[in-house]
T-cell receptor, first 112, second 116 residues
């Protein structure tokens, strides 16, 4: 059974810091991995999607890496801003299945 | 980008009543839709996978007679919470699979259900 864990569960940083969010999964047979952002009481916003054959994806200040063999992904946020405050979720799509398995989430607070 | 809507965005109902939540893919056809629930400060848990024109596949521990799912068209899936109780209060989120080259899921904005 695929299990997805995110560390840390919560993170509080001052504005301007670079930070790393971690995601680990137990079964390396994945189709892709996706990072989402969720604001309180809202749905999900897709940030980055990495196919299993890829090593990383970048969008603006965000960079996500994938090491499938070790079952790990990181989301790097450069020059954090208060507007980045949200919960960040990673999710893996298991090979041969359509459904996503979500991680436990990291609640990020960036203070001015 | 692909857009998925949910209606209503929030609903309050009395215990024992049934509530229907709609999920629509606005600009693409979705052969598969997914229903998730999320408790406060917890992650999303998949409830069921809904394929157009066939019965939904429910995850272990999800009561299919309580959470009725209908996927009658390529752009609409509905989740009906029957005989709702306070413990059914949660945030329900749907997603729709686009298929094709991108083959990704697009998520709706969620529905907050409160059962009194």
């Amino acid at each position: 059974k695929q299990e997805v864990t995110q560390i840390p569960a919560a993170l509080s940083v001052p504005e301007g810091e670079n930070l790393v969010l971690n995601c680990s999964f137990t079964d390396s047979a994945i189709y892709n991995l996706q990072w989402f952002r969720q604001d309180p009481g809202k749905g999900l916003t897709s940030l980055l999607l990495i196919q299993s054959s890829q090593r990383e994806q970048t969008s603006g200040r965000l960079n996500a890496s994938l090491d499938k063999s070790s079952g790990r992904s990181t989301l790097y946020i450069a020059a954090s801003q208060p507007g980045d405050s949200a919960t960040y979720l990673c999710a893996v799509r298991i090979m041969g299945f359509q459904k996503l398995v979500f991680g436990t989430g990291t609640r990020l607070l960036v203070s001015p | 980008g692909a857009v998925v809507s949910q209606h209503p965005s929030r609903v309050i109902c009395k215990s024992g009543t049934s509530v229907k939540i709609e999920c629509r893919s606005l600009d693409f056809q979705a052969t598969t839709m997914f229903w998730y629930r999320q408790f406060p400060k917890q992650s999303l848990m998949l409830m069921a996978t809904s394929n157009e024109g066939s019965k939904a596949t429910y995850e272990q521990g999800v009561e299919k007679d309580k959470f009725l799912i209908n996927h009658a068209s390529l752009t609409l899936s509905t989740l009906t919470v029957t005989s709702a109780h306070p413990e059914d209060s949660s945030f329900y989120i749907c997603s729709a699979r686009s298929g094709g080259a991108t083959d990704t899921q697009y998520f709706g904005p969620g529905t907050r259900l409160t059962v009194l």
